[in-house]
């Protein structure tokens, strides 16, 4: 059934493209629901079989350009030694749950941004695409009156208009109510478009820094939730071939959680951002111990403890770096 996927020449040649580029491992496309005018821009996925196979999971064939497109992007962005995400927690209370959804969906919206270019000039977002998922935005913001001023609810409809604003022209939102509607996620949503839109998102650098000021905004705008993200979710360093070669001490410092008497946080001197969990027995915890640690080169410190960082200036998606 895949090979008669409406599938355009330049999205098949990505497909290829990325086939290529993590081969031997195997990349087969699936469709798992029927043809129709609805498209759920966050339906699509691609799953991990046990032998290590992944499989692109298409929703709604109609729209299969645009959904193969994104998700082989998303692929290649995380398979480039780029930004991830993750919690500084080992418990998975709910509320780590909760601060870790929303910073991958603060980080995704913002890969979105340069990957937009690329989905139109491979044809994968055009009108018919946009129309369909500006009606399924409309049709999922949360509209209760009574609930209209809590801080969950603003929350997610913020995102979601967010992640809208950035697919869809300036026209398509012009055409909707979302202004007038969502007044207080709209406001929210266009604070967070200004700062993804301030640069041109191209490198790594680039992509970490605007991610951690997303991160800022929405913890300062939402003061019912116990945000504070520099030390509740961590996020990949940048570094470059210098600074691999510089001493610990001189880029990060190792700050203790004392409510768990194993755990370090990895904290970045540059933004105040924690990068890597650590964990020492108590009798790697010396004073000694520790200064030999700050001693080593960050090189030394991120192969002795199996640390990953994305190299600072690397290009976020392949056709950047190609330039």
């Known amino acids: 059934m895949t090979d008669t996927l409406p599938l355009n020449s330049e999205v098949q040649a990505l497909l290829q493209q990325e086939r290529e580029r993590i081969a ?7 469709v798992a629901g029927p043809d129709s005018l609805v498209l759920d821009p966050t ?13 692109l999971m298409i929703p709604n064939p109609r729209f299969a350009n645009f959904i193969v497109a994104h998700e082989l992007l998303h692929l290649q962005q995380e398979g480039r030694q780029s930004i991830k995400i993750s919690s500084a927690h080992q418990d998975h209370s709910e509320i780590d749950q ?17 990957m937009r270019s690329l989905l139109v000039k491979l044809g994968a977002l055009d009108q018919p695409t946009q129309l369909v998922m500006r009606q399924y935005y409309t049709h999922n913001l949360l509209h209760d009156p009574q609930q209209a001023g809590e801080g969950s609810t603003v929350m997610a409809n913020s995102l979601q208009l967010f992640d809208a604003r950035i697919f869809l022209t300036a026209d398509q939102v012009a055409a909707t109510d979302w202004a007038n509607d969502y007044p207080q996620a709209w406001q929210l949503a266009e604070q967070l478009l200004q700062i993804v839109t301030a640069r041109d998102l191209k490198t790594n650098r680039d992509l970490r820094g605007t991610l951690l000021k997303l991160l800022k905004l929405f913890a300062e705008k939402q003061a019912g939730l116990p945000v504070e993200f520099s030390r509740e979710l961590l996020v990949t360093p940048v570094l470059s071939s210098r600074e691999l070669n510089l001493r610990v001490d001189q880029l990060f ?9 194993s755990d370090y946080l990895v904290i970045s001197q540059k933004d105040d951002q ?36 994305a190299p600072r200036d690397a290009a976020i998606f392949a056709e950047e770096a190609d330039k």
């Open 24 to 30: 031997p491992q195997k990349l087969t496309l699936e």
């Open 253 to 261: 410092q190792l700050w203790h959680d004392s409510a768990k008497k």
């Open 98 to 114: 909760v601060l870790l959804t929303l910073g991958r969906i603060m980080l995704e919206s913002a890969v979105h941004v340069p």
């Open 274 to 309: 924690a990068t890597w969990r650590l964990s020492l027995a108590p009798q790697q915890q010396t004073q000694a111990a520790m200064l030999q640690r700050y001693q080593l080169t960050v090189a030394e410190f991120c192969q002795q403890y199996h640390f990953d960082y």
């Open 43 to 55: 339906a699509s996925k691609i799953i991990r079989d046990p032998q290590n196979g992944l499989h």
